[in-house]
């Protein structure tokens, strides 16, 4: 087997018991270069990647890819988890620099029939609400994640130690405020149009006597709800 075995592989065994090729390389491993399982006829692939400083996890389309069950990529540099290989059964992200995962893989992961296995810890992940729904998500896997109970935040708490009320009480501390702030204003607002709607013909003519904001009113306005004009006529003659 070891005849086979790419130049970038320290070791390339096979597992009989469960038709399995297990492969230790480095980064620089080609895709293609992996043995064809099929002629070998084994039927799965458990690849390690550890410590070369991958940024992504590595994909291929091609068969023999495919086939990895299991997929070892401790102490690296991914940032995030992009992909989801179809048939994996286990996936160590130990030690990498994840902070989140999207709903997309998310999705994956919920919709896999075939992952049992994933170790997280040692990543600095983000711990805010904004991050709620991996950080519930991961409280939903918690027996799928092996080292659940070691997984911590990027500021060193704990997984496990972590409740929504905290991580979202600034959240809700500032909801609460605006809410109160915006009913004072509707409030205030709602008493300056009934103080107006009960007083607007006062307000209107003291407005219009000190020559503010005529626009608002006119003297025509003013006297519409007069029942009678009067006039005065004086005269030098008179009297």
């Not at 409740?163 to 600034?170: E, P, R, T």
């Not at 204003?185 to 003519?205: C, D, E, H, N, P």
């Amino acid at each position: 087997m070891q005849k086979r075995c790419p130049d970038a592989c320290k070791s390339c065994e096979k597992r009989p018991e469960d038709k399995t090729l297990i492969m230790d390389c480095n980064k620089n491993l080609t895709i293609d270069l992996i043995p064809d399982i099929f002629k070998l006829r084994l039927e799965n692939i458990e690849l390690k990647l550890e410590s070369q400083n991958l940024t992504e996890m590595p994909w291929s389309d091609s068969k023999n890819f495919q086939k990895i069950t299991k997929l070892f990529l401790r102490n690296n540099s991914i940032h995030q988890l992009t992909r989801l290989l179809p048939n994996l059964i286990e996936i160590d992200l130990r030690d990498n620099k994840m902070t989140t995962m999207d709903e997309k893989i998310i999705s994956m992961i919920n919709g896999s029939t075939h992952l049992r296995a994933m170790s997280l810890s040692g990543n600095p992940w983000k711990c805010e609400c904004e991050n709620l729904d991996f950080i519930n998500f991961a409280w939903s896997i918690r027996e799928t994640i092996l080292d659940y109970n070691e997984m911590t935040c990027a500021n060193g708490d704990f997984f496990n130690k972590l409740s929504a009320d905290n991580l979202c009480a600034m959240k809700n501390r500032i909801i609460v405020i605006t809410s109160i702030i915006l009913g004072l204003i509707s409030l205030l607002i709602g008493v300056l149009a009934a103080f107006y709607y009960k007083y607007q013909k006062q307000i209107k003519m003291w407005l219009y006597s000190h020559n503010l904001f005529l626009w608002l009113v006119t003297e025509e306005e003013l006297d519409k709800d007069k029942s009678f004009d009067a006039f005065g006529s004086y005269s030098h003659q008179d009297g």
